[in-house]
């Protein structure tokens, strides 16, 4: 918990730093949470109290070497692998060419390009400059903000002066300090003096550990290069498994058991009531306790909708139940206020981190759309550990699905004015829209999954267009004092940039899974990036205030660049070191929707003829997004604002930690490493089939080497197999399942 704040303090300032309580009596520093202080504490000491047995290293905190003994191969420390050097520079990493290892190299000699080495090993010749403060004479430490920028690295940036980098330029104020320089220690393990500083931690190429947002230890290699293991932690199992526990990241076996036995702490005999088939009379003294409570009413409003798309079927319903006493008796168990409150609290604590577009602090079920809350019960009653929740759940699936789509509401016709009545049950319509996708594609049958992917979809991505996307943009909160600032606003605006990002998620996970041709332009998406969780979880408009002001200042960029311009710089090959840092700061769900997006590519690449040019672009997006990954996974906990809850991994949270969580997103490694495969296998297909159609040759080549049967056999269609995905709109997601497969027999040692 925060210290509260009290009327007139610093907070009604938009430019003030927050209040930071605990200081350092060596330095003076202060900080936030007392954890903090401790930590800081011990970097001025030189003791090293925590030692590896295997190899001898010391350590200063017993949380580092708990993660350096996961790793640590029993040499002594001076043998560790930061002595390998890597020899290419940060551009022939980033196109794949060979490299002399020269300062130029050759390759950037020719192109009279910067020539770097911030990457890997040889980035301690190349020191990246560590957070700046606002002025010398400060009172309070500065908070590094992340959407700022090294002013220092703008002269490495672009020459061109396109839109966003003139905008850098504008918004950087002009009393920022000369940066100074530090070497970044070479063990990946070993704890910074300031806990502070920003830490850019890589050693070589060909091995490169780093720590993962949730503490874990990790270790990639990029697909080409090095005779290291490949893995792929996440996107094996998310192919070869259906169902959402088995598929998404909804926390361990006990966990579930945790959450669900605390929900019975407090409501243990009516939700035990309501989830068993209660006799008569205990029904009876079920339903007289409603008559107070205050979602008795959505109760009822779910059930009589229910009742009418069971009984009154159109031509085309895939309702196929009848209405009986029996199932009205079971729609009201389902559907019952214990049961609602129940699947609600499984929904945040165990699905939510996964898909987090609802607002949690200000989520009200009783003013809330009855679809809406239809919707949230079934995905809490999939992820539910108790068996009979799972079955009780696929009876309402295609019922809650039909009375979705027919809603008024989700039918209704632009325009649409923010923050009406009518904009927000537009919003909750497609929220609900949404969710029905979700759990008839990752839990239906394999014709629900059909219908979804090719229908139900389609009518989401029209919601999103008529809701405008250009429009899903924030104003400058923190130009704002804090009596002026409107938290319903924020949270609407924010719920409505995630659902189009989770949207623009879903069409990608159709192309990457399902081969299916993309429903959204990259181009449409002008709308803003997600903010920070700190944020969003906040509980009050307080505390959000104080947030937005912490993370994002009046001059941060957040407030001018979109999705869309992300992305599109993303492909630059020669993104400079500022904006690299910038795009790390956007957090994981955006960056797992950049690397999402680079499977478009990929997908319209492998559809069209020739386009060398747009697999360079792709090779651009994968090199600099690795870049910006490791960025954001190196940037210390507290200085994040996408972790809220202090924690060595997400195993160890508690059920009511559970929802602050970061979801499945945190595995985005494996869909940049999935969309390297798909290009390297592509490019090695082009290069062997370069001779064998004439579109790849100039016109003597074509007329030297082709023949007229390899002409026949080109106009036949009996063309080479392409290397990847053959199969368009499938329902399985065996053929990705296969390919990493495949991959991992040949690489995995």
Known sequence: MQPARTEGSELSSPHS?????????????????????QRHVSSHSSERPHRCAACGGAFQRADVLKRHVRTCDGRPSGSSRAS????????????????????????????????SYFTGTNAVNNPIPARLPLSASTATPFIPTPLDLEPDLLSQGRTDQDPLSSAIDAMMPSSLEVPQFRHLPMNPFEPLSDPDMFDYRTSNWQDIFYLTPDGHTAREQ???????????????????????VHSFDCGTPQQRHDVLAKIKECEPQE???????????????????????????????????????????????????????????????????????????????????????????????????????????LIGACVSPDPTDNENASIW?????????????????????????TYRQKLQALQAGYMVCLYQN????????????????????????????????????????????????????EELIRIIIWTYLLDMAFVIFNNLPPRIVLKEMRNHVAGPETCFQATSAEECFQQIQMWMPAYSLFWKISFRSIFEHACDPDLSMDMRHTFAAVGPVNLFAMTSGIHALVFQYQNSFGGNELLQGIRNALGNWNDIWNLYISTPPENSPYLTVSVPDNDSLRPEEMWKRIGFSRF????????????????????????????????????TESSPENDVEHLSGDSPQDPILNKYDQTSMRQVNDLIQDFEKIHVQ
């Open 84 to 115: 390998i050097r890597r020899r290419a520079c940060d551009r022939c990493v980033r196109q794949k060419k060979a490299c002399n290892g020269t300062q130029p190299c050759q390759n950037c000699s020719k192109r009279a390009t910067a020539c």
């Open 668 to 703: 985005s490694r494996d869909y940049w490493l999935l969309a390297s495969l798909k290009v390297d296998k592509l490019s090695a297909a082009a290069d062997k089939n370069s001779n064998f159609s004439p579109l790849h040759q100039s016109g003597s080549e074509a007329m």
């Open 397 to 421: 699936f295609n019922c809650v699905e039909e009375l979705v789509f027919t809603d008024e509401d989700l039918n209704s016709e632009p325009p649409y004015i923010f923050n009406s009545p």
């Open 222 to 244: 990029p697909v080409t290069g090095g005779d290291g293991p490949y893995r792929f932690e996440f996107l094996r199992d998310f192919t070869s498994m259906t169902g959402f």
């Open 442 to 493: 990752w839990e239906g049958t394999d014709a629900n999954k059909s219908r979804i992917r090719r229908y139900r979809y389609s009518t989401v991505v029209s919601i999103i267009r008529d809701l405008d996307v250009a429009t899903a943009r924030h104003i400058n909160y923190s130009q704002q004092g804090l009596h002026e600032f409107k938290w319903n606003h924020y949270v609407l605006r």
């Open 271 to 377: 939700v035990m009531l309501a989830g068993q088939d209660a006799t008569s009379g205990a029904l009876d003294g079920v339903l007289s306790s409603w008559l107070n409570d205050p979602l008795a009413l959505k109760t009822h409003q779910i059930l009589l909708l229910i009742k009418q798309v069971v009984t009154v079927k159109p031509r085309n319903s895939f309702v196929t139940i009848s209405w009986s006493s029996t199932l009205e008796q079971k729609c009201l168990q389902f559907f019952s206020p214990a049961s609602l409150r129940k699947f609600f609290e499984l929904y945040w604590s165990i699905w939510s981190p996964n898909v987090n577009f609802l607002h949690r602090p200000t989520f009200d079920p009783t003013s809330s759309k009855p679809i809406l809350l239809a919707a949230m019960a």
């Open 17 to 37: 730093p927050p209040s930071t309580p605990f200081q350092c009596s060596v330095c003076f520093k202060s900080y936030k949470r007392r954890e903090h202080l």
